[in-house]
């Protein structure tokens, strides 16, 4: 059984940074990527950032490209979403989840997911 779970979330000020930390556990050996989504009130959930499970490749949503980093911390068993310089329109639930193959960016592509992680940035 595979289980996600977020934590790191909170509310900053706009410029502020937050590092999100998603723990991992079950039958990891059969993922294919990580990834971060999010989903702001009244939008659709959207891909943020993701990594192949192998460390071999990440990608990035443009509109997160040179604030946000994903990594994968293998002593701790997460994978883990810095985001710097935060905005207003970072605002939204962050989700964990994991696909067992490739690194799609919708969100039909990933069987697993976590509960959620609320980040709020104040303007």
């Known amino acids: 059984q595979v289980q996600l779970g977020e934590s790191g979330g909170g509310l900053v000020q706009a410029g502020d940074s937050l590092r999100l930390s998603c723990i991992v556990s079950?039958?990891?050996?059969?993922?294919?990527?990580v990834a971060w989504f999010r989903q702001a009130p009244g939008k659709e959930r959207e891909f943020v950032a993701g990594?192949?499970?192998?460390?071999?490749?990440?990608n990035y949503a443009d509109s997160v490209k040179g604030r946000f980093t994903i990594s994968r911390d293998n002593a701790k068993n997460t994978v883990d979403l810095q985001m710097n310089n935060l905005t207003f329109e970072d605002s939204a639930v962050y989700y964990c989840?994991?696909?067992?193959?490739?690194?799609?960016?919708?969100?039909?592509?990933?069987?697993?997911w976590g509960q959620g992680t609320q980040v709020t940035v104040s303007s």
């Open positions: 989840a994991a696909s067992r193959m490739g690194l799609p960016m919708r969100t039909e592509g990933y069987n697993y």
């Open positions: 990594m192949r499970w192998s460390g071999a490749s990440s």
């Open positions: 079950g039958r990891i050996l059969s993922f294919g990527g």
